[in-house]
């Protein structure tokens, strides 16, 4: 372990139904690196397995929020959005699956979103994902991927769509998929440790 990100504060958010492996797997390789990181669990949307009113926020595949498998301490830990100052982030990171088509229209996520990106903090967000920024209105003649799926939505918001696992332009980091998951978090790492 290199620890390069000791000292980076990485702020990862989520609604219900986000993609398991697209928050579990950053936690691990950006907390092995030595960031701290923090989830930030948005209580919005519902969720089939059964949707109850007091379940935590939780991933497609079941993982909730703190995740059981991981306690909260070692690798990450949780903290609620309203807490959250944009000059305390060192990255905002949004995982994809049906968590981003919530948080887009959460007005508090879009206006931190705004605010790291004018303090130039790093956006990430992978799979859809990129819809949290989209809606923020940050991406007009950005280089982006993301799943296809929202490739005419990107388009659409002014940014170039790319094909590739994981582009970087500027503060803004997007993946494409979950297989490729190793390519963005070393983008991410990369644009941190300031390479």
């Known amino acids: 372990m290199t620890e390069i990100l000791r000292g980076k504060k990485v ?7 986000y993609e398991d492996i697209e928050l579990l797997y950053p936690i691990l390789r950006l907390s092995e690196e030595g960031a701290e990181i923090l989830v930030v669990p948005v209580r919005m949307g519902h969720h089939p397995r059964p949707y109850l009113e007091t379940k935590p926020v939780t991933g497609r595949f079941g993982h909730p929020v703190p995740i059981p498998v991981m306690p909260e301490g070692r690798r990450y830990r949780t903290q609620p959005l309203e807490e ?13 699956g049906f968590s981003p088509d919530y948080l887009r229209r959460h007005e508090d996520v879009l206006h931190l979103v705004r605010k790291c990106h004018e303090k130039g903090k790093i956006l990430a967000a992978i799979c ?18 993301g799943v296809v799926a929202v490739r005419d939505d990107l388009i659409n918001a002014g940014a170039e769509y790319m094909d590739a696992p994981a582009v970087r332009d500027g503060n803004i ?7 490729d998951l190793p390519e963005f978090c070393r983008e991410i790492i990369e644009a941190l440790a300031g390479t």
Do not use: Y
């Open 11 to 17: 702020f990862m958010v989520v609604a219900q139904e």
């Open 84 to 96: 959250i100052q944009a000059g305390e982030i060192d990255a905002l990171f949004f995982p994809g």
């Open 128 to 145: 859809h994902g990129p819809w949290v920024l989209i809606s923020a209105g940050v991406l007009r003649g950005r280089r982006v991927t």
């Open 173 to 179: 980091i997007t993946g494409r998929v979950p297989n």
